[in-house]
Nanobody
Framework: VQLQASGGGSVQAGDSLRLSCAAS????????MGWFRQIPGKEREFVAG????????KYADSVKGRFTISRDRDKNILYLQMNVLTPEDTAVYYC?????????????????????WGQGTLVTVSS
């Protein structure tokens, strides 16, 4: 499985961005997907996740109400719509896929619960 993240860029506070993550390879197995972000010198943190079925979502408190995770099953693309961006959202954003759908009872939020990672896309928000 390969994940390719895109959509990052430099924006002003209050702007919006939509990140995409295209999956290729053996994508048909049930799996959960998530977005993480990382600031240099800090640990990677969970941002949002979406369950394989029925499509439940979960968000970090810091982005709840501003970010929306979604997926297009037919195209194997994961999205992260980010609205009302703030400088605190500046980070490298990573998409990830978890193969532990039949093991975990809820959306994984720890990075070690994910098996595949995209290369990261940089989001910079200036005030």
């Amino acid at each position: 499985v390969q994940l390719q993240a895109s959509g990052g860029g430099s924006v002003q506070a209050g702007d919006s961005l939509r990140l995409s993550c295209a999956a290729s390879g053996r994508t048909s197995r049930p799996h959960d997907m998530g977005w993480f972000r990382q600031i240099p010198g800090k640990e990677r943190e969970f941002v949002a996740g979406i369950r394989w079925r029925p499509g439940d979502t979960k968000y970090a408190d810091s982005v709840k109400g501003r970010f929306t995770i979604s997926r297009d099953r037919d195209k194997n693309i994961l999205y992260l719509q980010m609205n009302v961006l703030t400088p605190e959202d500046t980070a490298v954003y990573y998409c990830a896929r978890s193969e532990a759908y039949y093991v975990l009872e809820s959306i994984p939020v720890k990075d070690y619960e994910y098996d595949y990672w995209g290369q990261g896309t940089l989001v910079t928000v200036s005030s």
